[in-house]
């Protein structure tokens, strides 16, 4: 074997051999390593029970079984510290393997990742055409690593990290994920699709934004249609989850993908922008058979909104989840966040009596606390403005807990508040749903 693709999971300790979805961005690293000519294999830790222990062990059996030249790890920052673990032990344990770690958290904290663990390289962004490089040069001998674009890597005890590399401009040339080495029901969602990459929005607490260098692009409908149509065919599949960030920004698009999927039969849902829905639409993916739309809503008062770059107003919001609503969407979630830099004891008390009117009207809500996820303007604007960190253990970023110091509201108080503001919403919805029931 060429390469070992590995997912780490989610959890020190995975208590069910089922996952939320596959792991669609090592998929798209190996159909392309695959087209190449390369052997690869796709290990996901968070179908495997057991612990972390539990899972070096499968790990080190698998690296002396299959022998793979390199092992490729992803992670994300609440399991940073799993990756840790398992590429110090397998390097370790086998000096001559090469490491490579990828991912949104890889990309931003290169430093840390290579200074902290023995992996030889890390990727920065997408990884598709970096990746092959990378093997050519390593299994190949092919080039020099210093001339592969979008890397990090070690010369001596120096930590060299190369040019930029350009974004992929046409989506449609990567190949369409190859999910015949997975096992459909090792996942509670296995018909994921992914049509286009970053976000139209500039929200300063989200990472889509730096990944994709501010770019928003898309995949053509006919591209996405053929993955759709092969899901269907080679895997039965009838119900689908877009995860795009906002998969709703092209009517003309939407509207073609909507058809083939009337014609499927398919139950699907998707995550889209309150600014990026209306009427008709809402009627034609109704018509096609969408069964769930989440909003990122985020705050319940205009002057956060603002200031977090959402570019909502809560007038709007209410009137856009209500067409949605009303449009026949069984499934309509809408997420908030409190804590921001700016928040006050009063505007996270008015996100909370949005997130209730919301309820009331027949949505279904969630509440997060604000977190500086690393490469986000968020993260940027509490180091420029020297704001307080309560932590900087990574396995802490689980969105339930206060990561930093908000001059107005002390971590204190404000996990107080949100605590028992979450209890009281939790019992709104289990109250409305009976009440529906």
Known sequence: MDILLVQVSNEQIVVKNKAEMPPLGLLYLYTNIKK?????????????????????????????????????????TLNYYSFKYFCNKIKKIFPQLIIFYGGCHAS???????????????????GEETIIELLKYFINNEGQLNDIKGIAYRKGDEIIITKER????????????????????????????????????????CSAEAMSGGKYRIRSSESVCEEIEMLNKEFGV?????????????????EKICSLLKKLNIKW?????????NKDLLNKMVESGCQGIQYGIESGDDRVLKDIKKLLTVEQVFKVVKLTLDSGIKTVFCGFIVGHPTDTKESIMNT?????????????????ISTPFPGTQLEKEIIKKKIKMKTNNWSHYNLNQPIYETPNISSRELHKLYT?????????????QFSLG
Do not use: W
């Open 269 to 277: 849902d998707c995550e889209s922008r309150i600014d990026c829905i």
């Open 238 to 254: 009838k119900e689908l989850s877009f995860i795009d960030n906002t998969f709703t920004v092209y009517r003309k698009r939407t």
């Open 352 to 368: 909370f009596t949005l997130a209730k009117k919301l309820v009331m009207a027949g949505a279904f809500v969630g509440v997060k």
């Open 166 to 205: 350009p974004l992929i401009k046409e989506l449609d040339e990567i190949p369409i994920p190859d999910r015949s080495i997975l096992k459909p029901d090792k996942y509670k969602i296995f018909g994921t699709i992914l049509t286009s990459r970053g976000c139209i929005g500039k929200c300063i607490f």
């Open 420 to 432: 028992r503001q979450v209890e009281e919403l939790t019992t709104l919805m289990q109250s409305k």
């Open 108 to 126: 931003f904290t290169i430093n840390q990742s290579m200074k902290e663990t023995l992996a030889d390289v890390v990727i920065k962004r997408e």
């Open 36 to 76: 190449h000519g390369y052997k690869s294999e796709v290990l996901d830790l968070n179908t495997c029970i057991g612990n972390i222990k539990s899972h070096l062990e499968m790990l080190i059996q698998i690296i002396k079984k299959n022998k793979p030249k390199i092992i490729g790890f992803s992670s994300f």
